[in-house]
């Protein structure tokens, strides 16, 4: 420490070290925070169709299901934001089980809040944003469970996950079929 | 040298002091009010004023880190000098 070069590497190693624990300590101070749910939450899916259409892709050209679902959103998350949070991403998805697949999910809408001003959602009579299609040709009118989901993406930290899974937030909602 | 900047070792000791309260008080004091005010740009603003303040204390050699300055024993001087004119007197008695 008797010139300058030795006594400027430790210092700033100290320094980087500490704020290494302030980074810490802003993750651990935020959890409580970003584990709450959203204060108000309702989502409602009002109306389920589904057409044949022949997907360009495939070599056969044969006709494949398409569901097109429409939804009430209404959610509000400002009790998610806290001085550690950068953005929440919204998404609705959809669960169901085939006899041949046993978990699927497909997502269907999104959205991303960037600031807290901006952090209640009302979408009404919105259909999905992304297409809804089997891995099979059709669905075979199974139930399909509808979730809304965030995660919640903080400037220093973990990201953190939650979905709406009380029984009155989820709708299931069997696919209907064609008759053909 | 100049450009070395160096202090001795009381200074040393005062230095390292003053370093480690430095860095560990702004670090506290930004994470309290960043906290309190909601907002963590505020924290890391206010901890990289306190290093800059820290660094502009500790780094360069002031005067109050030289107060002790370290006292070097007298030079020795070595059996070498004496012995010298010696054996040049006994060569030039031998070749003579």
């Known amino acids: 420490?008797?010139?300058?070069?030795?006594?400027?590497?430790?210092?700033?190693?100290?320094?980087?070290?500490?704020?290494?624990f302030i980074s810490f300590?802003?993750?651990?101070?935020?959890?409580?925070?970003?584990?709450?749910?959203?204060s108000i939450l309702n989502f409602k899916v009002t109306n389920i169709k589904v057409w044949l259409y022949d997907f360009e892709e495939t070599e056969d050209k044969s006709l494949r299901e398409f569901a097109f679902v429409t939804m009430?959103?209404?959610?509000d998350f400002t009790s998610l934001f806290t001085f550690n949070t950068q953005a929440i991403f919204v998404s609705v998805i959809v669960e169901y089980e085939t006899p041949t697949h046993k978990r699927n999910q497909i997502i269907l809408?999104?959205?991303?809040?960037?600031?807290?001003?901006?952090?209640?959602?009302?979408?009404?009579?919105?259909?999905?944003?992304?297409?809804?299609y089997d891995i099979t040709q059709?669905?075979?009118?199974?139930?399909?469970?509808?979730?809304?989901?965030?995660?919640?993406?903080?400037?220093?930290g973990m990201i953190k996950y939650g979905r709406a899974d009380s029984d009155d937030a989820k709708f299931i909602y069997a696919f209907p079929r064609i008759n053909t | 040298m100049w450009f070395e900047w160096k202090i001795d070792f009381e200074g040393q000791k005062r230095a390292e002091l003053i370093s480690?309260?430095?860095?560990?008080?702004?670090a506290v004091i930004g994470f309290v009010v960043g906290f309190l005010l909601q907002n963590l740009l505020l924290t890391f603003q206010i901890?990289?004023?306190?290093?800059?303040?820290?660094?502009?204390i500790v780094l360069p050699p002031w005067?109050?880190?030289?107060?002790?300055?370290?006292?070097?024993?007298?030079?020795?001087?070595?059996?070498?000098?004496?012995?010298?004119?010696?054996?040049?007197?006994?060569?030039?008695?031998k070749s003579t």
Not at chain 1, 72 to 75: E, K, M, P
Not at chain 1, 109 to 132: A, G
Not at chain 2, 67 to 92: A, F, G, R
């Open chain 1, 1 to 20: 420490m008797y010139i300058i070069f030795r006594r400027i590497i430790p210092f700033f190693t100290r320094a980087l070290l500490v704020c290494l």
């Open chain 2, 20 to 26: 480690q309260v430095g860095i560990i008080l702004f």
């Open chain 1, 109 to 132: 809408w999104s959205t991303t809040i960037t600031k807290i001003s901006t952090s209640r959602i009302k979408s009404y009579q919105t259909l999905n944003k992304y297409s809804l």
């Open chain 1, 72 to 75: 009430d959103i209404d959610a």
């Open chain 1, 25 to 38: 300590f802003t993750t651990i101070f935020d959890i409580y925070y970003s584990t709450k749910s959203p």
């Open chain 2, 63 to 93: 005067s109050f880190y030289n107060q002790h300055p370290i006292q070097w024993l007298p030079s020795v001087q070595s059996d070498q000098d004496k012995h010298e004119p010696e054996e040049s007197d006994e060569l030039k008695e």
């Open chain 2, 47 to 56: 901890f990289g004023g306190g290093i800059f303040i820290t660094a502009l």
């Open chain 1, 138 to 156: 059709s669905f075979n009118g199974v139930n399909g469970t509808y979730i809304l989901e965030w995660n919640v993406i903080p400037k220093v």
